[in-house]
């Protein structure tokens, strides 16, 4: 007989998206069980990176300070190197919003702060070792969740489900919500290798030779990514790790006295790439978000803001309805309503970056940049429109009624008043020189 539990919303799987939402709903009263599989949240690396968006997100729930005390990196930039020519993709100094720089932080530390942080709201509920195994339906509505805990089966009961389970979402699947692949040509292998004091410090894409190594700096080492074809790590493999190692001392050369630390493939990570998006987000009683609901490419490290995005959207439009026991399929479309577009348009760039990189493995010899590329890096302001968009995104949310918040409306006013002022004194000089004629 399994044990039962009831809770306003059952939100499954404790990555960004699941814990950002479970912080925002039970920081609005909502009861909220977040279910993670596993026992903590140290695990393979699966992207670090907290964008401009979320960290302004943090400053409108007055978290910021605290959060940039969590040791981290700040890249201000983005670098790419092209066949020996050096460029800056990304240019985060304009950014409208108050860290101009994407934060690289281990993602278990993001996901620890926040949940120490939801921790303090009464009605958060986090359950580590809790794994979603299916759904529970009464009269063609989801009414809650099995799950397999460390005493057994449990039945958790819940007026929502959210499904932030990932990519090989559990839930989506026993839901049977139609998914649409767009496919990828490419998969990326992940691996640390040795950092010195005198390499380059922000330098993030290397293109050559028909492969494209991301380089990113964590202190005393780097976080490796070399992009692939699709489904060819076997063939890799086959070929060697001596092989594997020269590619990429050939890719990057001031790694040749350190490609020795790569000694086994235990130490090679496959992501296998995946673009897919629902075509509906929803079923009574049931939302997916984040990649449950549409699986990221890592083409620009967007994956994590998009997840966190959709949660701040879910918790805007169903907080109110969750409190009061109301949640309807008008307020669930909402949110797909409100979430598909950003997603549409930042897939659609990531499968542009796909093309370019499917051509890039058609040449296996020394690349040259093209001129276009040359010409296009000079643009005014170019590298401040992709800073802006990688950032920020499509979009942005802002949390509701924190921009209604003593702190934020003080903010405001004092902006409003500043700008007040510097008209009248424009006004003011104006007159007095007129005056003077
Ligand atoms: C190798 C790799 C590198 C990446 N690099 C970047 C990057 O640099 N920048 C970036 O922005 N994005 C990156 N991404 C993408 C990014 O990780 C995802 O887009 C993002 O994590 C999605 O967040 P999520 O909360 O929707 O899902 P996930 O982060 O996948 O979280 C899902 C959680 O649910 C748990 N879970 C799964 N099934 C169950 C179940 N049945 N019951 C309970 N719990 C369950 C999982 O353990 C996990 O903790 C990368 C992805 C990978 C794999």
Redesign the pocket.
């Known amino acids: 007989m399994a044990n039962t539990l009831q809770t306003t919303c059952c939100i499954?799987?404790?990555?960004?998206?699941?814990?950002?939402l479970g912080y925002l709903l039970s920081r609005k009263g909502v009861h909220v069980t977040v279910?993670?599989?596993?026992k903590d949240?140290f695990?393979?690396?699966?992207?670090?990176?907290v964008?401009p968006s979320t960290l302004e997100l943090m400053h409108e729930l007055g978290i910021l300070e605290e959060f940039l005390h969590v040791r981290h990196q700040q890249l201000r930039s983005i670098s790419g190197v092209v066949g020996g020519f050096r460029f800056k993709v990304a240019d985060f100094s304009r950014v409208p919003t108050h860290c101009k720089f994407v934060a690289l932080m281990p993602?278990w530390d993001f996901?620890n702060f926040v949940t120490e942080n939801a921790r303090r709201f009464q009605g958060f509920d986090l359950r580590m070792q809790?794994?979603?195994?299916d759904l529970l339906r009464n009269s063609g509505r989801i009414t809650g969740i099995m799950?397999q805990t460390p005493d057994g089966l449990m039945e958790i009961m819940a007026d929502l489900v959210v499904a932030?389970?990932?990519?090989?979402?559990?839930?989506r699947k026993a839901a049977g919500l139609p998914l649409a692949e767009f496919g990828a040509p490419i998969d990326?292998l992940?691996f640390r290798i040795g950092r010195h004091k005198d390499d380059p410090e922000q330098l993030f894409g290397n293109i050559n030779y028909g492969r494209a190594l991301v380089l990113?700096n964590r202190g005393d080492y780097f976080q490796a990514?070399l992009i692939i074809r699709k489904d060819s790590f076997e063939d890799i493999k086959r070929v060697g790790l001596e092989a594997f190692r020269d590619t990429i001392a050939q890719i990057a050369p001031y790694l040749r006295d350190r490609v020795h630390e790569l000694q086994d493939w235990e130490e090679i990570?496959l992501?296998s790439v995946k673009l897919n998006r629902l075509e509906r987000w929803h079923q009574p009683g049931l939302l997916c978000?984040?990649?449950?609901?549409h699986?990221?490419s890592?083409a620009?490290?967007?994956?994590?803001?998009?997840?966190?995005q959709?949660a701040v959207a879910t918790a805007n439009l169903l907080a109110d309805g969750l409190r009061e026991r109301r949640v309807t399929d008008e307020l669930l479309q909402s949110v797909q309503r409100r979430r598909e577009f950003p997603t549409r348009m930042i897939q659609a760039a990531q499968a542009n970056a796909h093309k370019v990189f499917a051509q890039l493995f058609r040449n296996t010899g020394p690349v040259k940049a093209p001129w276009q590329l040359k010409a296009a890096v000079r643009i005014p302001g170019i590298t401040h429109v992709i800073g802006r968009a990688v950032g920020i995104g499509v979009r942005p949310e802002h949390i509701r009624d924190a921009r209604r918040s003593p702190a934020y409306r003080n903010e405001r006013v004092a902006k409003i008043a500043l700008g007040v002022g510097i008209a009248v004194g424009f006004v003011i000089a104006y007159r007095k020189l007129w005056g003077a004629r």
């Open positions: 499954v799987g404790g990555g960004p998206a699941g814990v950002m279910l993670e599989k596993h949240f695990r393979d690396f699966r992207g670090d990176t964008h993602q996901l809790h794994e979603a195994t799950a932030c389970d990932g990519r090989q979402s559990r839930i990326v992940w990113i990514g990570k992501l978000i984040g990649d449950a609901a699986a990221m890592p620009g490290g967007v994956g994590i803001n998009l997840a966190i959709d």
